[in-house]
T-cell receptor, first 112, second 117 residues
Framework: KQEVTQIPAALSVPEGENLVLNCSFTDSAIYNLQWFRQDPGKGLTSLLLIQSSQREQTSGRLNASLDKSSGRSTLYIAASQPGDSATYLCAVVTGSARQLTFGSGTQLTVLP | DAGITQSPRHKVTETGTPVTLRCHQTENHRYMYWYRQDPGHGLRLIHYSYGVKDTDKGEVSDGYSVSRSKTEDFLLTLESATSSQTSVYFC????????????????FGPGTRLTVL
């Protein structure tokens, strides 16, 4: 059974800092890996999708990498801002239904 | 934003009553999913659909049924609601064809907060 782990569970940083969120998964037979953002009481917003054949994806200040063989992904956030405060979720796409298996998330707080 | 709506957005019901949640999409995506989100358990797949009238069970399907009679609608039914089904329910869609350029990227609806008393 696929298991996804995110470290750290919570992170508090001052504004302007660069930071890295980590995600690991136990079964490397994945189609994609997707990073989401969730604000309190809200739905999930897709940030980046990395297909299994790719090594990284970039969107603005966000960069996500994927090392499928070692079962790891990182989300790099450059020049963090208070508006980046949210929970960040990593999920891998597996199975015939292309369903997502989620990690428990990293709760990020960026202090002004 | 992907065109996904969920209804109702909030519902309070009593144990033993039937409840139906609706997910509606305007993207013509093939796959539709129902997840529940609970503190300490994260997001878990309940049921999914890979086409009209084609559905299958996910990780936590006990006590739930689904139906998909049209591409755009995916219904989740709790036949007899229990307090353990108090949760936030999310619908998601994805396109397997790669037409969107984001193969299998899943997009989520705003969620339904269900309370079973």
């Amino acid at each position: 059974k696929q298991e996804v782990t995110q470290i750290p569970a919570a992170l508090s940083v001052p504004e302007g800092e660069n930071l890295v969120l980590n995600c690991s998964f136990t079964d490397s037979a994945i189609y994609n890996l997707q990073w989401f953002r969730q604000d309190p009481g809200k739905g999930l917003t897709s940030l980046l999708l990395i297909q299994s054949s790719q090594r990284e994806q970039t969107s603005g200040r966000l960069n996500a990498s994927l090392d499928k063989s070692s079962g790891r992904s990182t989300l790099y956030i450059a020049a963090s801002q208070p508006g980046d405060s949210a929970t960040y979720l990593c999920a891998v796409v597996t199975g015939s239904a292309r369903q997502l298996t989620f990690g428990s998330g990293t709760q990020l707080t960026v202090l002004p | 934003d992907a065109g996904i709506t969920q209804s109702p957005r909030h519902k309070v019901t009593e144990t033993g009553t039937p409840v139906t949640l609706r997910c509606h999409q305007t993207e013509n995506h093939r796959y539709m999913y129902w997840y529940r989100q609970d503190p300490g358990h994260g997001l878990r797949l309940i049921h999914y659909s890979y086409g009209v009238k084609d559905t299958d069970k996910g990780e936590v399907s006990d006590g739930y049924s689904v139906s998909r009679s049209k591409t755009e609608d995916f219904l989740l039914t709790l036949e007899s609601a229990t307090s353990s089904q108090t949760s936030v329910y999310f619908c998601a869609i994805s396109d397997s064809s790669g037409r969107t350029g984001s193969y299998n990227e899943q997009f989520f609806g705003p969620g339904t907060r269900l309370t079973v008393l």
